[in-house]
C-alpha cells in the first residue's frame, strides 16, 4: 500500500526558508485522482492544513499561508515538496505530509476531502 | 471560511462505554463534507470516516459517523483500551479536536 515519508532539516532559522520533501512509495504519484498535501500540528496543538498539489501542478493554498508557501512535485522521483518562506517561531511544529482525495471542484469551492493516508511527520523547529 | 467546532474538549469514559463526540460547522455544509481522525501521541492521525459516514479501510465496525447541515457526531459503540486518543473532525479545516480519555 502507499506510504509516505517526509525529510528535511529539522532546524530553521528565523527569517530562511523551511524546505521539506515527501516521498511516496508503494505506487505512482501520479496514480488515481489524488491531490498531495502538507498538513503541520504545533505541540500540544491541533492541525492546520498548509496546501495541496495535483501532480499536473496544479496548487490550492490556505489563505493564511499562501503568500509565503511554494509547493512543487517531481513525478519522476515520485516526491512533492514545501517550501515556507520568512519563517517564525510560530511556524515550529510537526509537518505531515499525506495523499488527500477530493471530491468536487476546487475552483468553485464546492468540494469535500479527506486525508489517507499520512506519512510519521518531521518536527522542524525555528530558532537561531 | 467555514469553521468547525467540536465538542466537548475532554470526554472522560470506561472502557465498554458509548461515546458521542460533536463537530459543529458555523454554515450549513454538504452532508458528505466532514472526515474524522483519530490520533495517539506521537503518531500521525488516521483517518476513520470520510463523507461524514463511510468508515476507512480495516476501521471497526463501533465507529460511526452521522450528520447533516451543520451537525455532525462521531460515535464510538463501545469504547476499546485502544480508543483512548484525540480526535479530529475535518471540513476544509480542521476541528480543534476532542480528547477521548480513561475515567
Known amino acids: 500500500q502507499v506510504q509516505l515519508q517526509e525529510s528535511g532539516p529539522g532546524l530553521v532559522k528565523p527569517s530562511q526558508t523551511l524546505s521539506l520533501t515527501c516521498t511516496v512509495s508503494?505506487?505512482?504519484?501520479?496514480?488515481?485522482?489524488?491531490?498531495w498535501s502538507w498538513i503541520r500540528q504545533p505541540a500540544g496543538k491541533g492541525l492546520e492544513w498548509i496546501g495541496r498539489?495535483?501532480?499536473?501542478?496544479?496548487?490550492n493554498y490556505n489563505p493564511s499561508l499562501k503568500s509565503r508557501v511554494t509547493i512543487s512535485v517531481d513525478t519522476s522521483k515520485n516526491q512533492f515538496s514545501l517550501k515556507l518562506s520568512s519563517v517564525t517561531a510560530a511556524d515550529t511544529a510537526v509537518y505531515y505530509c499525506?495523499?488527500?482525495?477530493?471530491?468536487?471542484?476546487?475552483?468553485?469551492?464546492?468540494?469535500?476531502?479527506?486525508?489517507?493516508?499520512w506519512g510519521q511527520g518531521t518536527l522542524v523547529t525555528v530558532s537561531s | 471560511e467555514i469553521v468547525l467546532t467540536q465538542s466537548p474538549g475532554t470526554l472522560s469514559l470506561s472502557p465498554g462505554e458509548r461515546a458521542t463526540l460533536s463537530c459543529r460547522a458555523s454554515q450549513s455544509v454538504s452532508s458528505s463534507y466532514l472526515a474524522w481522525y483519530q490520533q495517539k501521541p506521537g503518531q500521525a492521525p488516521r483517518l476513520l470516516i470520510y463523507?461524514?459516514?463511510s468508515r476507512a479501510t480495516g476501521i471497526p465496525d463501533r465507529f460511526s459517523g452521522s450528520g447533516s447541515g451543520t451537525d455532525f457526531t462521531l460515535t464510538i459503540s463501545r469504547l476499546e483500551p485502544e480508543d483512548f486518543a484525540v480526535y479530529y473532525c475535518q471540513g476544509l479545516t480542521f476541528g480543534g479536536g476532542t480528547k477521548v480519555e480513561i475515567k
Open positions: 463523507g461524514a459516514s
Open positions: 508503494g505506487g505512482s504519484i501520479s496514480s488515481g485522482s489524488y491531490y
Open positions: 499525506a495523499r488527500d482525495r477530493v471530491v468536487g471542484d476546487i475552483l468553485t469551492g464546492y468540494y469535500f476531502n479527506w486525508f489517507d493516508p
Open positions: 498539489i495535483y501532480t499536473s501542478g496544479s496548487t
